[in-house]
């Protein structure tokens, strides 16, 4: 079964602060996913990648980067945080592009003051 | 536009007892759909996907769920629930436009009492 492990578990920073969440997939998938979860809300991707370097947009993008250094590796970048960025980030991994079994992350819960 | 409407936001049923959650989807074309279980302080994880064939699919922990296109519904149950399945239950829509998209629904919390 495919691993996906996020670090950190839990972000407090403050606005205007610099983040950046890491998420490492094994089992060699080519696509990996960032969502935030928000109640209400359901999940929303922000960005998704089908290799390394190759970054595509997703449904909420604005305020967030996203960089894929290896096939392993995807990771999420705040630069200017928000409070409206508070939220419970989960990464994932598919082995293919229609979207088939997605497998998740623990989460990274981030709290922008 | 794609939509997954999830009415319940909660519910709550005694160990033993049935469950019913629903799901209604809006999309004009040909719907795949699955349900992911959120367990507390964990990821989704995959219960069940339908694409096409027997309306009735079965997932896992005995978990199935019904795809009617006449409804526009694909509503997950149980015949008996277990206070383990106490979880957030997310309803998932798969699309196909310039590409493929996840639309998910909002969750229902199930809380099992013991």
């Known amino acids: 079964e495919a691993a996906v492990t996020q670090s950190p578990r839990n972000k407090v920073t403050v606005t205007g602060g610099n983040v950046t969440l890491s998420c490492r997939q094994t089992?060699?998938?080519?696509?990996m996913y960032w969502y935030r979860q928000d109640t209400g809300h359901g999940l929303r991707l922000i960005h998704y990648?089908?290799?390394?370097?190759?970054?595509q947009i997703g449904d909420v993008p604005d305020g967030y980067k996203a960089t894929r250094t290896t096939q392993e590796d995807f990771f999420l970048l705040l630069e200017l945080a928000s409070p409206s960025q508070t939220s419970l980030y989960f990464c994932?991994?598919?082995?293919?592009?229609?979207?088939?079994?997605?497998?998740f992350g623990s989460g990274t819960r981030l709290t922008v003051l | 536009a794609q939509s997954v409407t999830q009415p319940d936001a909660r519910v709550t049923v005694s160990e033993g007892a049935s469950l019913q959650l629903r799901c209604k989807y809006s999309y004009s074309g040909t719907p795949y759909l699955f349900w992911y279980v959120q367990y507390p302080r964990q990821g989704l994880q995959l219960l069940l996907k339908?694409?096409?064939?027997?309306?009735v699919v079965q997932g896992v922990n005995g978990f199935e769920a019904e795809f009617s296109k006449s409804n526009s519904s694909f509503h997950l149950r149980k015949a008996s629930v277990h206070w383990s399945d106490s979880a957030v239950y997310f309803c998932?829509?798969?699309?196909?436009?310039?590409?493929?998209?996840?639309?998910f629904g909002t969750g229902t919390s199930l809380l099992v009492d013991p």
């Open positions: 339908y694409y096409s064939g027997d309306p």
């Open positions: 998932v829509l798969r699309t196909v436009n310039m590409g493929y998209k996840l639309t």
């Open positions: 089992n060699s998938h080519n696509y």
């Open positions: 994932a991994s598919s082995d293919m592009g229609g979207a088939e079994t997605l497998y």
């Open positions: 990648s089908y290799g390394a370097g190759n970054l």
